[in-house]
C-alpha cells in the first residue's frame, strides 16, 4: 500500500523558495516512480515534476525548468520538489503522485496513480 504525505507549502514573497515534501508512509517498498502536479483555482491539474526510482533521470515542465527541481531520498521514502524563483502563477495545491513509472506521470496517463492529499503553495507579488 502506498500512502503518500505532503508537507513545506505555505505563503511565500515572489521570489523566494520554498520545499515541499512527500512521504510515502505505507506499507509497501515497491520501486515507484515519484511526481509532483499542480492545479490552480479554475484550472486543470497539471504534471510539474517526475523522476525514476533511482532518482537518476528527472522530468519537468517547461513552466518550471530551472526553477524546480525534484529529488529523492529512498532510504527515507522521501521524494521533494524544490521550488526557487516563486511567481505568482505557481500559486496552487501541490500534490505528490507515485506510479510504476514516471511516464505514466509525464503522459497524464493516472489511472492507476497514488496521491497525496496535497498542499496549498501561495505566492504574493
Known amino acids: 500500500q502506498v500512502q503518500l504525505v505532503e508537507s513545506g507549502g505555505g505563503l511565500v514573497q515572489e521570489g523566494k523558495s520554498l520545499r515541499l515534501t512527500c512521504e510515502n508512509t505505507?506499507?509497501?517498498?515497491?520501486?515507484?516512480?515519484m511526481g509532483w502536479f499542480r492545479q490552480a483555482p479554475g484550472k486543470e491539474r497539471e504534471f510539474v515534476a517526475a523522476?525514476?526510482?533511482?532518482?537518476?533521470?528527472?522530468y519537468y515542465a517547461d513552466s518550471v525548468k530551472g526553477r524546480f527541481t525534484i529529488s529523492r531520498d529512498n532510504a527515507k521514502n522521501t521524494v521533494y520538489l524544490q521550488m526557487n524563483s516563486l511567481s505568482p502563477e505557481d500559486t496552487a495545491i501541490y500534490s505528490c503522485?507515485?506510479?510504476?513509472?514516471?511516464?505514466?506521470?509525464?503522459?497524464?496517463?493516472?489511472?492507476?496513480?497514488?496521491w497525496g492529499q496535497g498542499t496549498q503553495v501561495t505566492v504574493s507579488s
Open positions: 503522485a507515485a506510479d510504476t513509472t514516471p511516464l505514466l506521470l509525464l503522459r497524464g496517463l493516472l489511472s492507476n496513480t497514488y
Open positions: 505505507g506499507s509497501t517498498s515497491l520501486p515507484y516512480a
Open positions: 523522476t525514476d526510482w533511482t532518482g537518476a533521470n528527472t
